[in-house]
């Protein structure tokens, strides 16, 4: 399975790298930004995208719109540090599969993947 | 509710739970625990001493239904956050007097007051999870009582002073009592005395130019010019925002216009407000002397005001006499 | 300047720390002030430049009624935090429908400055706290207290700071609802309490690196 996690900041997407499930067999890439993540989805196949909103230039949010205009969306699981209700709507509109609160506990990772069938 | 055991250091000697027990009981504070539901978990001898409700009459209950008093959906908000951030919260007295109202605290030397309460709520974390919150009520009676004497001390103070805080000369209360003593003192040694009203032009533009800071800069900056250029026997008040009056005895109008003439000049050279923030202000000035038909220091003021005004409508930065011939203004 | 004590790397994963905790921070906020709050941190600076002015650069702010506030904090690791408003925050504060006493009334004097005191400590509480739970630090606080007035703030922003402190300065920006303003965090810590986080930091970031 291949894992894209985006995020700008390097211990996020080492937590995140870290909480993915033993058992799930994965090739991991990162990217630091909205543009690297767009260079990566639409250059190869990606499996599951975690991915943060806040970055600077290109955010979380423009990314699935780009996304979405493309009609290349992978399953992915939005990881943030905002969880008022406002971002989660918007964000599921945007075709996202599940949102997770930051900091990220493996267990709840494993449950997003277990209820959207990746598991 | 199942409390977690207190893990044991080793190697440390320990305070044994019973000694840490009194302890909070008996200190000179009020300590309350409560659940997440508002259930009290554990109630101090301050507060049983000071509310006369023994812990057995309050322990197990819900705190808002023992204490209706108590302002509920703040304090139910107050806590929801501790319980969800796991952070400490504070009141202070100086915008809510009190938590729980204790009267009669004080049989000896209390007035009727209530007293006043800090408090601190604290979360009792244990695994990660905020498992109940102690709320810290300290008596803060005399801090209250200190900060009122002080604060009418300075009202006292303030209202006896003469001077204006920001720029040092007299300020109007003063003023108008002067202004009475120098007139009685012109008429009884048959002598002159001008009076000299000027203000900031444009004072609102420099204010929403520059803000409020150079603004006061620029008040400072006319007093300064003020004092400086009339003689030590005149004297100078801030009579509103931007306004000055100056009372020159002994002289006449024809020299108070010059004296009018050189503040004027003075004042237009531009000079550093802040660090770095040049600035250049004018004044109009309004002057008249007084005249044996002058019927009060009212009508003194209103003259110099006058003229004033006609120094503005006539382009400002300018001095303006005025002419009691004509009952108006003229240069 | 001498060697700052944390690298950018450090500061980075700080940062993300100090961003996790200001979005749980917000979430609380926004139950209690009833409506949309957004607390986010664009960016971290750690300095010991002596000027303290310069820090929080408010030359570009609405200056004349700026707000700030103190508050001392001790535990694994000590120092004083200072958060500084823009004066629209009191505007924004007038009229919240969730600390409102009575619905639709406006807050007293009292009530905006005890909201004000209770916005600080929040937003203190979720910078430092932010640090010191990842790190499995415990820190514990004084109560908070208001600088009384412009002078006092612009008297205290113009000394110098003590040359062996080094400060860490996070951006806040504050979003209400529709409204937006400016705050600045300062986390001043001594030398001692930023080598305990920088073996702290070594240690997280060690162990997110093995397995």
Redesign the interface.
């Known amino acids: 399975m291949r894992v894209l996690i985006v995020d700008d900041s390097r211990l996020a997407r080492m937590t995140l790298r870290k909480a993915l499930p033993a058992s799930l067999s994965t090739e991991v890439v990162e990217a630091a930004n909205g543009d690297e993540a767009l260079a990566c989805v639409s250059s190869s196949q990606v499996d599951l995208m975690l991915l943060d909103l806040t970055m600077p230039g290109r955010d979380g949010y423009q990314v699935l719109e780009t996304l979405q205009e493309m009609g290349r969306t992978p399953p992915t699981i939005v990881v943030s540090a905002d969880v008022q209700t406002l971002a989660v709507a918007r964000v599921m509109k945007l075709g996202a599969i599940a949102f997770l609160k930051k900091s990220l506990k493996p267990a709840d990772l494993t449950e997003a993947l277990q209820r959207a069938g990746l598991l | 509710m199942a409390l977690p055991p207190v893990e044991p250091q080793p190697g440390l000697p320990r305070l044994p739970i019973a000694l840490l027990t009194i302890l909070v009981d008996r200190i000179n504070v009020g300590i309350l625990t409560v659940a997440a539901d508002g259930t009290v978990l554990q109630w101090n001898r301050f507060l049983h001493a000071h509310t006369r409700l023994s812990p057995e009459e309050v322990i197990g209950g819900n705190l808002y239904e023992r204490f209706s008093a108590l302002p509920r959906a703040w304090l139910e908000q107050k806590l929801r956050r501790v319980f969800l951030l796991k952070t400490f919260a504070f009141t202070s007295w100086r915008q809510r007097p009190y938590l729980f109202r204790i009267e009669d605290h004080r049989p000896l030397t209390g007035g009727s007051e209530p007293m006043r309460q800090d408090c601190a709520f604290i979360p009792l974390v244990h695994d990660g999870e905020v498992r109940a919150v102690s709320i810290v009520i300290i008596d803060v009676t005399d801090t209250y009582e200190s900060q009122t004497r002080l604060d009418e001390t300075l009202a006292t103070l303030a209202a006896q002073s003469e001077r204006d805080g920001l720029t040092g000369v007299y300020n109007r209360r003063k003023l108008e009592q002067v202004l009475e003593t120098e007139i009685q003192r012109a008429r009884r040694y048959r002598q002159e005395l001008s009076v000299l009203m000027f203000d900031i032009d444009h004072f609102k533009r420099v204010n929403d130019t520059h803000g409020h800071l150079v603004g006061d800069e620029a008040i400072r900056h006319v007093a300064t010019k003020a004092v400086s250029t009339l003689r030590a026997t005149d004297f100078v008040a801030r009579y509103g925002g931007e306004e000055f009056v100056a009372l020159l005895p002994g002289e006449a109008v024809s020299g108070a216009l010059i004296a009018a003439e050189r503040l004027r000049e003075a004042v237009a050279k531009p000079f550093a407000a802040l660090v770095e923030i040049p600035l250049s202000i004018t004044i109009s000035v309004g002057v008249t002397g007084l005249r044996p038909d002058t019927a009060a220091a009212k009508m003194l003021l209103a003259e110099a005001d006058q003229a004033l005004y006609a120094s503005k409508q006539a382009g400002r930065d300018r001095v303006t006499a005025f002419d009691p011939l004509t009952a108006s203004a003229v240069h | 300047m001498t060697t700052p004590i944390l690298s950018p ?1 450090k500061l ?2 700080l ?3 100090v ?2 905790g ?7 906020l ?3 002030l009833g409506g ?3 607390l ?1 941190v664009p960016g971290i600076d750690l300095t010991n430049r002596l000027n303290v002015a310069a820090l929080f650069d408010v030359g570009s702010w609405a ?2 009624e700026l707000e700030a506030v103190h508050q001392p904090f001790f535990g694994a690791f000590m120092g004083e935090s200072m958060i500084v408003f823009d004066g629209r925050v009191h505007a924004h504060l007038a009229n919240l429908p ?1 600390y409102a ?1 009575a619905p639709g009334a406006e807050l007293s004097s ?2 905006q ?2 909201v004000l ?2 916005l600080a ?2 937003v203190i ?2 910078c430092v ?1 932010g640090i010191a ?2 790190l499995q630090e ?1 820190v ?2 004084a ?3 208001r600088f009384g007035s412009r002078s006092e703030i612009r008297t205290f922003l113009s000394r110098d700071a003590a040359a062996w402190h080094q400060g860490l300065i996070v951006n806040v920006d504050f979003k209400l609802e529709a409204r937006s303003f400016l705050s600045r965090v300062l986390v001043f810590l001594p030398e001692h309490s930023l080598q305990r986080i920088d073996a702290a930091l070594t240690r ?2 060690d162990g ?2 093995a ?1």
């Open positions: 790397e980075d994963a940062q993300e720390l961003n996790i200001m979005g749980t921070a917000g979430a609380a926004a139950e209690a949309f709050v957004g986010a200056e004349d969730g006493v009292a009530e400055q005890e005191l209770d400590n929040v509480g979720a706290n739970e990842p415990i514990s606080f109560a908070p207290a997280l970031l997110l690196a397995g």
